[in-house]
């Protein structure tokens, strides 16, 4: 592992917080002598910084809280929209896969975001083959009670991959809720149908929860040139789609059912996409034809057993399988292109030119299974302490199927004309991988202890034991004070790490890269000072400094004497940075929440700004209530200051500000609830930084609206 970082405060940070302490300084008197109640009665609590339930500013991570009202007053319809508005997370579309979903937080950023823990309920439904979420993944907000938010390592109680952040979707309890009704149509020929229904009889309770999302995606979202485009001028070919729009498009079915009886609890999770767009195309080149399957369900079982007053015992039992079908026409019809000895495309040895009247096809598919088991025990019985001990383990399997007309085993460059017949590969040495499985066994204790009456120590290591990269070690410390009855402060430090996935791993067959099954584990030392200030019940400031210190972080380089790439651990990185806070309720019309984050992350070798990543982030939210029927909100966010990798020469990646408004309305006494949103309000053209052929970059969506009904009833 790597060592404990020393603290480094920059200016910025240095100016905050003198500022900060100002505000404490000349803070009016009149509030010391409130009651706690009034300052406290209407915090909020969250579960994901221990395990076990804390106060927002007591707990002894840097967390963020969103509940369902904030989301249905926003207007946000699925997860990413919600998770623009945490401090120092920004979400932004993949330079290398589908456009899918990335998370940076903090600076930290990958294609398939492995470094950010993704859980539903407490326990994680990742892609064990890129280590991220599921392709084109998009999770319905209708759904979501509240989502919890570590921004910070959270390994010593989560595992692995909780290396940059932490995200926690708890889903609605139906049973506790009205059953619901509604249907949304907007903009790009979007539609989306949910129906929730709950019931409690007895010592029963049940829910249901069905959504369905579609939409043909924004064709304004142009890409001027792609791969393709370099080929047709270099080959004399006339096969490139573009100029024309990213392939954006979906249609995902999101269904929860849910069985309680006393402490055992069954649910049910069932995720679909159907033909999802692949946005730039698998090859960089617009493939208006390929698209995303992706089917997960996951069933898990929990019981509490409550041993005495002072010991409690859950068990949570999960099986999750997923299953992926990807259909690239990496480059369209009608391309040539010179293909090696191998089958593959090859400029420094190629065989012959090769037409392809149909396109160049590939088709990988894979099933994951994922089983988990987990134990854990709460002990109160010793004075001022909270004891928590973890018993687990879990096992992975990927069984990969592979067609393509193309590759090893398939073409030897001497063919003149290849069609889009697909040769199944399934099973031989030409696979993309083969099929490999993973266990783990983990341990981990412990201890919140509140050893004077304002100061809480809370000291933590997990132990991971991996069957195929070994084991590791991950402490946590974290010592919250009570500084005054409004103010809290927080010196926090963990390790964390992120386990190779099976494609960094085992990669095979492939022209752009290779795995390496020599790979470490990604490491991270961080270190945080955090103050939580409540200056009065409805004013609360936060004020986060933290450095880290990442090592081996994955990547690819060239293997010496040969045209190929190989994933290694290449990069390490120095960061810190700051992260502001701030949220006014002006009584019972008005709240307004709004933050502001800069991040200085560098190589360490290189002593350059990582690229991609924005230096600074801002975000505001603003909600009014007019009356009991009308309520309003205007929320937005600033992306400012990413710089490009060192070899692209292209011009600066230009800032951007968004903003969004949303209405809704409930008739007096009815059971009807309507909405309606406007998303980019202004209609600007914002753009997030590609890396390929792309050279644009890729633009968001444009202006949109969105009108929804909603009918609530007892059932």
């Known amino acids: ?45 969250v579960s994901i910084a221990t395990g076990t339930t804390k106060r927002i500013d007591k707990a002894p991570a840097i967390t963020t809280l969103i509940t369902a009202e904030d989301i249905a007053r926003s207007g ?103 059953s619901v009704i509604g249907s949304r149509f907007g903009s790009f020929d979007s539609n989306d149908h949910w129906l929730h229904l709950g019931h409690k009889w007895q010592d029963w ?96 079982l929990s019981y509490l057993y409550q041993l005495s007053p002072e010991l409690s015992w859950t068990n949570d039992l999960s099986y999750l399988d997923a299953k992926s079908e990807t259909y690239f026409v990496l480059f369209p019809a009608g391309t040539r292109l010179p293909i090696g000895a191998d089958g593959n495309i090859s400029f420094a040895a190629p065989v012959g030119m090769v037409s392809f009247p149909d396109g160049y096809i590939g088709s990988p598919r894979g099933n994951h299974k994922d089983s988990r088991l987990n134990s854990i025990f709460h002990y109160t019985a010793f004075t001022g302490h909270q004891l928590r001990l973890e018993l687990g383990w879990f096992e992975q399997k990927l069984t990969p199927r592979e067609l393509k007309n193309f590759g090893p085993g398939i073409l030897d460059g001497t063919q003149a004309v290849v069609t889009g017949e697909l040769t199944d590969v399934t099973g031989t040495d030409y696979i993309y991988v083969t099929p490999v499985q993973r266990s783990n066994r983990h341990i981990s204790l412990q201890d919140s202890w509140r050893f004077k009456s304002d100061w809480e ?67 991270i030392d961080t270190l945080e000072l955090a103050f ?29 004497g040969t045209s190929f790439l190989q994933t290694a651990n290449l990069q390490d990185l120095d960061g810190h940075g700051a992260e502001f806070e701030w949220t006014w309720r002006a009584g019972d019309q008005w709240k307004l929440d709004s933050n502001i984050a800069f991040h200085s992350t560098k190589n360490r070798l290189t002593e350059q700004q990582i690229a991609l990543a924005p230096r600074w982030t801002g975000a505001i939210r603003a909600y009014y209530t007019f009356n009991d029927q009308w309520q309003g909100s205007v929320w937005g966010y600033w992306v400012a200051d990413r710089a490009r990798a060192a ?39 914002a753009y997030e930084p590609s890396t390929g052929a792309v050279q644009n970059d890729y633009q968001l969506e444009g202006l949109s609206i969105a009108l929804q009904a909603s009918y609530h009833w007892e059932w």
Request: hydrophobic share 35%; net charge negative; glycine share 8%.
């Open 1 to 45: 592992m790597t060592q404990l970082p020393a603290a480094r405060l920059n200016l910025l940070s240095l100016c905050m917080l003198s500022l900060f302490s100002s505000a404490l300084v000349q803070a009016d008197n009149q509030f010391i002598a409130e009651d706690l109640e009034d300052f406290y009665g209407a915090t909020d609590f």
């Open 647 to 685: 070899t692209d020469t292209r011009k600066a990646i230009s800032d951007y500000q968004l903003f969004n408004l949303s209405l809704s309305y409930q008739p007096a006494q009815s059971d009807w609830q309507f909405k309606g949103t406007l998303k980019n309000l202004f209609d600007k053209k």
């Open 76 to 178: 946000a319809t699925h997860l990413d929209e919600v998770l623009e508005q945490v401090p120092g997370l920004h979400v932004t579309p993949s330079t290398i896969s589908r456009l899918d979903s990335v998370y940076s937080i903090r600076g930290i950023q990958t294609g398939f975001n492995p470094q950010v823990l993704v859980l539903l309920n407490g326990t994680e439904f990742k892609n064990s083959f890129s280590g991220g979420l599921p392709y084109t993944f998009r999770f319905p907000a209708t759904i979501i009670e509240r989502i919890e938010v570590i921004r910070g390592p959270g390994t010593a109680v989560y595992g692995a991959d909780a290396y940059s952040g932490v995200i926690n979707i708890v889903t609605k309890d139906l049973s506790k809720s009205k």
């Open 457 to 523: 120590l809370t000291i933590g290591m997990r132990y991971d034991d991996f069957s195929d990269f070994g084991s590791t070690l991950n402490p946590r410390f974290a010592l919250v004070w009570d500084t005054a009855h409004n103010l809290t402060t927080k010196l926090l430090y963990g390790s964390a790490f992120r386990a190779p996935s099976f494609n960094e791993l085992f990669l095979q067959n492939n022209p752009a890269a290779l795995g390496n099954p020599d790979l470490e584990p990604e490491t």
């Open 205 to 300: 309770s049940v829910g249901l929860a069905i959504e369905q999302q579609k939409s043909d995606g924004d064709k304004d979202r142009i890409a001027a040139t792609d791969q393709q485009s370099v080929f047709d001028r270099v080959f004399g070919t006339q096969a490139s789609q573009a100029p024309g729009p990213l392939s954006t498009g979906y249609n995902i079915l999101d269904v929860h059912g849910t069985v309680q009886n006393g402490n055992l609890k069954w649910e049910h999770w069932w995720w679909q996409q159907h033909k999802g767009g692949l946005g730039p195309g698998g090859a960089q080149s617009l493939d208006s034809t390929g698209y995303q399957n992706f089917r997960d369900y996951r069933t898990k």
């Open 532 to 560: 939580d200030y409540q200056l009065s019940f409805n004013n609360r400031l936060a004020l986060n400094l933290y450095s880290y210190k990442a090592k081996d972080l994955i990547d690819k380089a060239p293997i010496p």
